[in-house]
């Protein structure tokens, strides 16, 4: 009796550490949609109105008086255009060191594992001279080259990683049944890795696209992403708080979205490694 | 002829695996490994767009007298304890709380993962916003449980600790899911052997759950600790790394350098510290990550 009394007690106090987490992780984002639809009146006023008449003028301001969408299509041009590439390139690479043994191997399979901890303020200032010398700031190519460089050694590790829990026996089988060896990897190495690709591709999406200081740096008027544009909404006086909370909101919409049907996928590729079995 | 052909074979099959690497490693010479030692180089120079001077370790001499970048590298280091501990405690605790049989258990294990993956810059954004001592969210809620209003991020007292909350909202969902996956993983006969042993159940968790997750912890902290010591997006958008130098990263201090000072030879030997900070911790997560690939 003592015991289920106890238990009750417990319940009761879980879940009500759970509404408090729950309200402060979801407040912030819940504040930033409201404030996003409020009138520029109604943005500043303590105590907050909760109940007020939405309007959309803060997203007429962002994406037809600045050209927020141009941003947005930016950075998804980036962000997938890498993404395909460290993709493709990891892919390949993954498979040579999961398949293969060869001189240097472990060499160089550190080295490309490492350039994951590699800060990207170090790296910026030669990039920015480089491209300056080449004529290439402000150009879909240098951010391209820059983010596949970011992330085509996470993709290799991660790769490798998915190819060493497939049995080899079945690409060398494959490879008895007169595949090549690339046929054999594309064939049927490339759908029973799927999974932990589509992981990949997801989280790397949303890394690149969450980028700020790379395209801070290498992007202009042409480029420009829609991370630096938010960074823009800072100025020394009045602050449009009510287009940055719709930008914002805009910006990490795709995000949501995609946490709530891919949950499975980003779950799994944050753990790849981390967790065995 | 045919032995032509089988030496050529042989150098095609000897090649492969350096072929399959090639092009991700163009990327990363190109864009990663030049830059990096292109970087230590200018570190030797008296870099800026009006004059370009070889003055060897002078900017490294600089360093070590220069009071604001000892004030970076404490406020990084103060910065980086916190969130790391931070998230790691809140992270067990959540971890094992989710791990329960919950109503709804699932929505609420999906619903964590939200702050994660939002755009840092538009999280930091959006914090400024709600730590405005005028108009902010936050002090209202201080004043409605009776509180004294706060200045939040614009007190050199508060400014860092402001700056340590929204990361660790945003980041320790990461932990939450890394250790919830780990506890799936424990067996349970573990805790039943522990609790014929009469054990409590603080020290099931101390003798069965703490060593089952101590390699998760371990990469956790190394990771993570990197990360924070890299820490840009949100000071820059919170606070811009003022009060004064009260939020001033070591990041953001090279950013300020290299950007607005133009002086890129003495940012490049900053970010250098940087660098060898993330070295360390480089050199231990591949070793833990790599000795995990071969069990």
Redesign the interface.
Known sequence: MNVRRFQRIENIV?YL??AV??I???F??L??FL?SIKNPTE??????VWIFKPTLENYVDAFAKKPFFFYMMNSGILAISATG??T???F??G???AR?R?FS?DF???G????????????????Y??FWNWGLLDSYFAMI??Y???T??Y???QM??FF?SIPRDLDESAMIDGCS?LGALFRVVLPLSLPGLISFVILNL?YL??D??VAM?LTGSHTKT??VA??G??TYLN?Q?GS??A??TI??LP??V???CL?KY??SG??A????? | MLRRGRALRVIID?S???L??A???V??I???????I??LN?SFYSYSPMKIEFIGLENYRRIFSDPTFWDSLWVTSIFAAIVVVGELLLGLL?AS?LN?E?RAGNL?R??????????????G??????YNP??G?F??FLSVVGLPPLLWAADTQTALLSVALVDI?QITP?PT??FL??LK?IPREQYEAAEIDGASRFSKFVHVTLPWLTP?IV??LIIRT?DA??I??LV??IT?GGPGNASRSL?MY??IT??SGLE?GY??AV??V??AI??G???A??RV??R??E?
């Open positions: 879980v550490f759970l987490v729950y402060v992780v979801l912030p984002i504040w930033t404030t943005t500043f006023l303590i105590p907050p590439l460290s493709l390139f990891g390949l690479a498979y040579s060191f293969f060869f191997k160089l399979f550190f490309i594992l490492s350039t994951r901890m590699v800060p990207v303020i170090a790296i910026l200032i030669p990039l001279v480089q080259l820059v596949t460089a970011r085509v050694g993709a290799t590790w490798h990683a060493q060896r949303v696209w969450n700020f200081i740096i829609a991370t938010i960074a909404f800072i602050i708080w940055a909370a930008a914002s910006v990490m995000m949501m995609l946490v709530i949950q980003i779950v944050l753990l490694g981390a967790v065995k079995g | 000897k492969y695996p350096y399959l690497i092009p991700a490693m990327f990363l190109a864009a990663l490994f030049y830059p990096l292109a970087s200018v959540l709380i329960r919950l609420l999906s619903l964590i993962m939200l702050p994660l993956v939002l755009t840092p810059v538009a999280v954004l959006m914090f400024r916003f709600m005028d108009y969210i002090n209202y909202w990461y899911i890394l996956a780990g993983t998760m990469l956790f990197s010591f890299q840009f997006d820059f958008t811009g990041s090279a950013f290299g950007w890129f940012a490049s970010s250098y940087i660098v993330c070295m911790f480089a050199v997560y591949v990550f790599t995990k690939v069990v």
